[in-house]
């Protein structure tokens, strides 16, 4: 075994090397001592602090393997010293014999997590996998609108009348179809002849207007009479109606066979007529309904007008019209509104207006319910 000497610090030149050893050894052999016997593992010190790099002495022979000896203990673990400035880097030595497998050291404490790392890039594709069973069926989704309706295409040739076939049986009744849309409205035929009238005879002319007679002398002035506990007020009120069904067409003065309440005498009306007299000056309201039906054998649509007329005009904002699709179908018309009397007398009349029509249970009433 050669003696490790001392060259001051730094590697020792190779020249140098060979004047201590001879020109037949080698680095290895001028700067290791042979290899000794492998002595038991002590406990594991303190780490020192780095010292300067010695020289190394020349490698003696290699000597015989020894045995190895048993794995000691491994000692505890010693506090980690300063870190050393990074020395140069020596050979590389043989590779030691792989020791045996220590015991699995407790798990540690999760570290916290790191940050998200970029996206690495897209794998190649794998290969298809086995196709899956068919899974349920989702739920019926919502039916989407509906889409335009295309052109009408061109009629093709009509094809080669074939061979009847044998009768099938018959099949089970399709839905009723969506109703089409209501055709042209066709031209209006000529009015039939109004059929003769029921128990009520046709209403005489209107007389000529008489002359005016001459004014009468003033009279005596009457006696004040006495003054009564306060009670209503001075109520002018009339209402008639008709039960019977009656026949109607274009512009009908609807007639009224009975009268009801009547309280007053600023309002007349004639049994059996379509005319009501106002008297006196004021404003009135009047009511009306009653119940109409088409009359079969007429164009459809059918449209019925009602109005309440002043003197055989309109009322403004007193009118109802109602559009029969078929002869099936009862129509309720009821009519409201005040009107305004400045001239007397002044008539009212209610007038329906269709082709062909029947009118039932009307009724109209006339009440005052201010002075002008």
């Given amino acids: 075994m050669h003696d490790y000497i001392h060259f001051g610090g730094g590697s020792p030149s190779e020249e140098l090397i060979n004047k201590i050893c001879g020109q037949n050894n080698n680095y290895y ?10 002595g038991p593992t002590g406990p594991r010190g303190p780490r020192g602090e780095r010292g300067p790099t010695g020289c190394c002495g020349c490698r003696g022979a290699t000597g015989a393997t020894g045995a190895k000896g048993a794995t000691g203990e491994i000692g505890p673990r010693g506090a980690t010293g300063p870190e050393g400035a990074t020395g140069a880097t020596g050979p590389t030595g043989a590779t030691g014999a792989t020791g045996a497998t220590g015991a699995k050291g407790a798990t540690g404490e999760i570290g916290p997590r790191g940050a998200t790392g970029p996206e690495g890039a897209t794998g190649a594709k794998g290969a298809t996998g086995a196709t899956g069973e068919i899974g349920p069926r989702g739920a019926t989704g919502p039916e989407g609108a509906k889409g335009a309706t295309g052109a009408k295409g ?6 080669a009348k074939g061979a009847t076939g044998a009768t099938g049986a018959t099949g089970a009744k399709g839905a009723t179809g969506a109703t089409g849309a209501t055709g042209a409205t066709g031209a209006k035929g000529a009015t039939g002849e109004i059929g003769p009238r029921g128990a009520t005879g046709p209403e005489g002319a209107t007389g000529a207007k008489g002359a005016t007679g001459a004014k009468g002398a003033t009279g005596a002035t009457g006696p004040r009479g006495a003054t009564g506990a306060t009670g209503c007020m001075n109520t002018q009120l009339l209402s008639a109606y008709s039960t019977p069904s009656q026949f109607g067409t274009n512009q009908t003065n609807l007639i009224f066979d009975k009268n009801g309440v009547n309280v007053g005498s600023a309002i007349t009306h004639q049994t059996p007529s379509s005319e009501f007299v106002i008297l006196e000056k004021g404003i009135y309201s009047l009511e009306f309904h009653g119940d109409f039906t088409p009359v079969s054998g007429e164009q459809f649509p059918l449209t019925l007008t009602v109005s309440l007329y002043k003197n055989d005009m309109p009322i403004k904002g007193a009118t109802s019209i109602h559009v029969f699709s078929c002869t099936a179908g009862v129509a309720n018309i009821a ?10 007398p002044t008539t009212i009349k209610v007038v329906g207006d269709a082709s062909k029509f029947t009118y039932t249970n009307i009724g109209l009433s006339l009440c005052k319910i201010a002075q002008c």
Avoid at 29 to 38: E, L, N, R, V
Avoid at 154 to 159: E, H, S
Avoid at 335 to 344: A, C, G, Q
């Fill in 335 to 344: 009519l409201t509104t005040p009107v305004k009397v400045e001239t007397v």
């Fill in 154 to 159: 061109a009629t093709g040739a009509t094809g």
């Fill in 29 to 38: 052999d001028a700067c290791y001592p042979t290899k000794g016997i492998t």
